[in-house]
């Protein structure tokens, strides 16, 4: 069985500091590491965002399964991602992504009826979003 390791690190300043000071009165240090098995199959790629979700879209439920999911936003605007494609509204939004930020996080089709990942933004133009997804074993 392949297996990928994820680790996240959040640390900051108290709030007091000098130099880039925290939201906190400590300083803040947290380390999260766990090793997820996964099936072997990776789909990655850069993905062509616009500004209507339905044409950006990134992961099919029904074909891939529950996966790992890695997105990583190279463009200059805010990215959003949605479950489903929602007829080209924001109805069905619940991430942002803002220029240079990026999310890894599991995802079930089978945790709700719209299971499938759509991208798209405000701004003008075609923006860009890495994407790695790693099926789950």
Do not use: C
């Amino acid at each position: 069985m392949a297996k990928i390791t994820s680790t996240i690190t959040i640390t900051a300043n108290k709030s007091t500091a000098v130099t880039n000071p925290g939201p906190l009165s400590v300083a803040l240090s947290l380390t999260k590491s766990d090793l997820l098995d996964v099936s072997g199959s990776t789909y990655s790629g850069t993905a062509d965002v616009t500004t209507t979700h339905g044409d950006s879209f990134i992961y099919d439920g029904s074909v891939v399964g529950a996966a790992y999911i890695y997105l990583n936003n190279i463009s200059d605007t805010t990215v959003y991602v949605a479950s489903g494609d929602g007829g080209g509204t924001a109805s069905t939004r619940f991430m942002i992504l803002k220029a240079g930020e990026f999310a890894f996080f599991p995802w079930d089709p089978s945790s709700g009826t719209n299971t499938d990942l759509y991208l798209d933004h405000a701004g003008s133009g075609t923006k860009k979003v890495e994407y790695w997804i790693f099926d789950q074993a």
